[in-house]
């Protein structure tokens, strides 16, 4: 088939590529490399070497003789240019990753808040109008995020794939069931912007009876798939920055480089993960899977598993004797919760999850053993504050 990968330049964006145009789908990228000016506006670096998109895409090329296209293009700035686009390619499906996918950043200052709502509001909206403007039956594959949920239960309540089976009381004394969206509860102006994309799915779902699929995806942890290690100028890249770094990550990456790792608080937030890898086979096995015309979004949560940060903490401490920092948490987040999530469609579907505790360290070890010339400590501390606490800022720097 013929995909649209939106965002195509980004961490999960690359691999995915590849991996759509190993399985044999005409795959052609758009990005507006914004996520490379935001690196260089932050003063961060990837902590791999990462290639521009047209020697990564001329590599390819060069390895497997198979062509990927790219775009150069801001889908939530030029409407017209890409309803163009989408009229004149006519893929048959679109994968949708390009948002601003920071939480700190988000929270960051007024012009970050801005920009996550505007970006990623706008971008979200321009490809369902532009789905709808060009009549074409295309089906959008959008990344969402287990943030969605909130993480604010200590009981052990089932997250299920996106709708909640509920009972209502008539007003003529009956009982009746229904099933609505998992009542959103975002954890930053990042995560609202995905709940409202989802709201925004529901509407063009059902009334221009748009197929989408929303992915709730967990933190991706990880950075190279069989494809991306096919050769350097392939490399994906690896954030470790206070913004962009994700946690377990920063903690892999930490331990190899002798920081202790960066909790925040006592640890006891749980959360969902899944590699790199599954990230690109859950996303074929969703454009494989596409929902019929007229049906609601078709949610699917893609985590491999959850674990507590305290514990993923301890599971780095027992390979590596590294220590661990107990830091005052600069998010406004549970200090503890539950978490415990169903994601029977993607196996249904044949997924295999990768856990954690299978291959752990040695493909981050060797990464950041090989780049810790290129990491920068100053860079490691999360300043960003979910309040205007400027003390929390001075405690973590
Ligand atoms: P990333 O920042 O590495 O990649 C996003 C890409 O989109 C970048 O290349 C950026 O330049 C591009 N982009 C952003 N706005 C754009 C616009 N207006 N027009 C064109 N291109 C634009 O992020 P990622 O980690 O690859 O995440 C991709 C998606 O997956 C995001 O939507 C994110 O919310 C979601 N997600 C990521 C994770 C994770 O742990 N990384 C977990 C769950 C969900
Ligand atoms: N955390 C630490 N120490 C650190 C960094 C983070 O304890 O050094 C904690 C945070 O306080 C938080 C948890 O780890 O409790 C996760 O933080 P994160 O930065 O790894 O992940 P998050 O902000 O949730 O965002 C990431 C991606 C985002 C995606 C989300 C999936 O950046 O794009 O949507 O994971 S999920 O968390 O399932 O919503």
Request: with cysteine; charged share 25%; hydrophobic share 35%.
């Amino acid at each position: 088939m013929k995909v649209l990968v939106i965002g195509g330049d980004g961490f999960c964006g690359w691999p995915t590529s590849l991996h759509l145009s190993s399985l044999g789908h005409d795959v052609i990228i758009i990005d507006n490399f914004s996520r490379r000016r935001i690196d260089e506006d932050l003063n961060v670096q990837s902590l791999t070497p990462i290639c521009e998109l047209s020697e990564r895409v001329d590599t390819w090329f060069e390895l497997t003789g198979r062509v990927i296209r790219f775009v150069e293009l801001d889908i939530a700035e030029n409407y017209d240019e890409f309803a163009d686009l989408i009229k004149n390619e006519a893929p048959d499906s679109v994968v949708h990753f390009a948002e601003q996918r920071a939480a700190p950043y988000s929270m960051k200052n007024a012009t970050t808040k801005n920009y996550t709502i505007s970006n990623n509001i706008c971008g979200t909206h321009n490809i369902l109008n532009a789905i709808v403007e060009s009549t074409l039956d295309i089906h959008l594959v959008h990344l969402g995020t287990m943030g969605v949920y909130g993480y604010g239960h200590e009981e052990p309540i089932p997250i299920p794939e996106g709708y909640l089976d509920i009972k209502i009381d008539t007003t003529d004394g009956r009982e009746i069931s229904d099933s609505i969206v998992y009542p959103p509860n975002p954890g930053s102006i990042y995560h609202m912007t995905k709940t409202m994309d989802a709201q925004m799915f529901q509407y063009y779902a059902k009334n221009d009876r748009l197929r989408i699929t929303d992915l709730h995806q967990g933190i991706v942890w990880g950075t190279q798939t069989n494809l991306t290690s096919m050769d350097d100028r392939l490399i994906n890249r690896f954030d470790y920055d206070g913004d962009y770094g994700t946690v377990l990550n920063r903690f892999l990456m930490q331990a190899t480089v002798g920081v202790p790792l960066t909790v925040h608080g006592t640890g006891g937030q749980t959360r969902a993960f899944i590699h790199i890898s599954d990230t690109c086979q859950c996303i074929a096995q969703a454009l494989s899977h596409p929902p019929v015309s007229g049906a609601r979004p078709m949610i699917l949560n893609q985590m491999a598993e959850t674990q507590t940060l305290a514990d993923l903490a301890k599971q780095v401490q027992s390979m590596t004797d590294c220590k661990i920092s107990y830091l005052p948490n600069p998010r406004n987040e549970a200090e503890r919760n539950d978490l415990n999530v169903r994601n029977d469609l993607l196996r249904s579907f044949g997924w295999e999850p990768t856990l954690i505790k299978d291959c752990l360290l040695t493909e981050i070890t060797e990464i950041t053993e090989r780049y810790r010339d290129r990491i920068d400590t100053e860079k490691i501390p999360c300043v960003s504050c979910w309040t205007e606490r400027q003390e929390l800022a001075e405690t973590t720097s």
